[in-house]
């Protein structure tokens, strides 16, 4: 990769940077970043190398051939602009933000009260709608199971193990208020001043009376509640008898007065179908209120944080959540901004992604300047672009595309008595799977985390290798057919053309001289068993750091 001299801005650390209201937000987004850098930034990222990030990025998947040579070719200055409105408004973007949001919510919890399909329905048509942040959030809490629409989704309550109203509040604050307050269930965070137990109490107050029913004509899983009458009482380990009370409140918030009705009017609407009666009071409803009204900064400034690190591969809070003061942001002027500006745009989701994609630090190499040390650009510097490891979602589908059997694999229907587990099938008690649907849960069985633990780092492991090594399907991938690059490149005469095919499919760029010869050396001496050394060339590549890491 071409490495170009960017020279470094002068700029003096005790004057507050200037924000110019008049420039475009990715540039203010620019000058905060370099304002705290601390030494001489990464140039730009090469084409090749924006093209293969931005798409994986926002279509989850690497770009085709086709792609990378239309794109490398195209010398309109503009050309980076375009391809990432293009890949906001391709049908791929809402798949991938489907998935990456499906992982940080559901976090590989599984269950059957909720149909996937609902779910995937509802994720996918509110990022294809480009529906407001906050609505969606608000929508996910009222859980409207009635409605066709928004049926999806109760899953997220009743389906990702939050069936006690423990896990409930503590993902609600870690996912959505920055807060990971799992031990003040107990007492005061013992290391964090602004964690307090009332906190924990006081959002549990409005989760407690919730709980899944089912809906006896729908036959269709419903998240009711209950008619609250008190208060929650609580009391710290440390001080045994001093016992207190909170109601609905969220941290740092006003608490919620909890009315009284006479008997038999605490209803808006009679029991039927199964169902209790609806109350006339329903704090989880109010939850999905207060929690995401513009004026909450937590729930803000914890949103912006995690697109932030969607894109960059790092929050401006780290960890996602622990965010309290001492825990300070890595740019606090730039967590301040991105929230004034999400709120500004009424929480929209895509111009938020543009904007980050548009910026000179999301467009920057992977590639540390000349003399500067990976020590001297720590990842929260942002002064070269922070690699990511590929989710086990992007692999499976860069691999599919990278090796040619993509369109056959979403071509083939699933089975309808298909019963594809992974401990059946590494245990050799069904084949391989021929389908989507079986393959990336294979996949995901492989490189996912196990349930409830968040997927925030790459964490690459010997099954992940063994895996790649020996995993026979992968390998079938790798054979010569009518539908494998493999196949295709067999045919090929010119081992330059084969060298140049091998890296724009897998690489998403062209070879240099020096890798164009070795592949043209490679074949040269296995020129007895092309088939299979070209399929052992493609696997070193797709095995490579530079395949498996978005940098």
């Known amino acids: 990769m071409h490495r170009i001299k960017f020279p470094l801005v002068a700029l003096c650390l005790l004057t507050p940077l200037r924000i110019w209201a008049g420039e475009p937000f990715h540039q203010q987004i620019d000058q905060l970043i370099e304002a705290r850098a601390g030494g001489e930034v990464a140039t730009a990222a090469d084409d090749a190398e924006f093209l293969r990030r931005v798409y994986l990025d926002l279509n989850g998947i690497v770009p085709t051939a086709t792609a990378v040579r239309t794109f490398l070719a195209d010398k309109d200055p503009q ?311 590929l989710t086990p979602e992007q692999t499976a589908w860069s691999m599919m595309r990278a090796t040619g059997v993509l369109d056959q694999v979403i071509k083939t229907p699933r089975a309808e008595d298909s019963k594809f587990t992974f401990k059946d099938y590494i245990n050799g008690r069904i084949p391989a799977p021929d389908n989507l649907s079986d393959t990336m849960l294979l996949f995901v069985s492989v490189f996912g985390n196990p349930p409830g633990e968040a997927e925030v780092e790459f964490q690459p492991s010997m099954g992940q290798a063994l895996f790649l090594m020996n995993e026979q399907l992968v390998l079938d991938w790798l054979k010569p057919s009518d539908v494998t690059l493999v196949g295709r490149l067999e045919k090929e005469a010119d081992p330059k053309k084969i060298a140049d095919e091998l890296y724009v499919n897998i690489l998403s760029r062209f070879p240099n001289a020096e890798e164009s010869a070795d592949v043209v050396s490679f074949l040269d001496e296995n020129k007895d068993r092309r088939g299979e050394a070209l399929g052992q060339y493609a696997w070193a590549m797709l095995t490579s750091a530079e395949f498996k890491l978005n940098h």
Not at 105 to 126: I, P, Q
Not at 356 to 373: C, D, F, H, M, N
Request: contains cysteine; hydrophobic residues 35%; proline residues 6%.
């Open 79 to 389: 050309k980076r602009t375009r391809l990432i409105d293009q890949l906001l408004a391709a049908p791929d973007y809402a798949r991938r933000m489907r998935e990456a949001f499906t992982v940080m919510l559901l976090e590989r919890r599984t269950g059957t009260a909720v149909s996937d399909e609902d779910w995937n329905k509802y994720l996918e048509t509110s990022f294809s709608e480009n529906r407001p942040w906050d609505q969606f959030v608000r929508e996910l809490f009222i859980a409207d199971a009635a409605n066709e629409k928004t049926r999806g989704t109760v899953k997220f309550f009743v389906d990702g193990g939050r069936a006690d109203h423990d896990q409930m509040t503590i993902d609600v604050a870690r996912l959505f208020l920055g807060m990971n307050i799992h031990c003040a269930k107990c007492h005061d965070h013992p290391n964090v001043d602004q964690f307090k137990q009332a906190d924990y109490f006081g959002l549990s107050a409005y989760l407690m009376q919730s709980k899944s029913a089912k809906h006896t004509t729908l036959q269709t899983t419903f998240l009711i509640e209950n008619v609250a009458t008190a208060k929650v009482e609580f009391e710290s380990v440390f001080d045994s008898g001093n016992k207190q009370q909170t109601g609905p409140r969220l941290p740092g918030g006003q608490e919620v007065e909890i009315p009284t009705f006479e008997k038999g009017e605490e209803f808006s609407e009679p029991a039927k179908d199964g169902l209790p009666g609806v109350p006339k009071f329903q704090p989880r409803q109010l939850l999905a209120t207060h929690l995401t009204d513009p004026s909450n900064r937590r729930f803000v400034e914890n949103s912006v944080n995690r697109f932030w690190f969607l894109m960059m591969g790092r929050g401006l809070v780290h960890p996602l959540d622990m965010l309290h003061d001492q825990n300070p942001p890595s740019h606090p002027q730039l967590l301040k901004l991105l929230a004034d500006e999400f709120v500004a745009h009424k929480f929209d989701v895509q111009w938020l992604l543009r904007e980050l994609a548009l910026s000179k630090t999301y467009q920057r190499s992977s590639i540390l300047p000349e003399g500067v040390a990976a020590v001297d650009a720590p990842p929260q510097s942002y002064r070269v672009a922070n690699a990511k490891g």
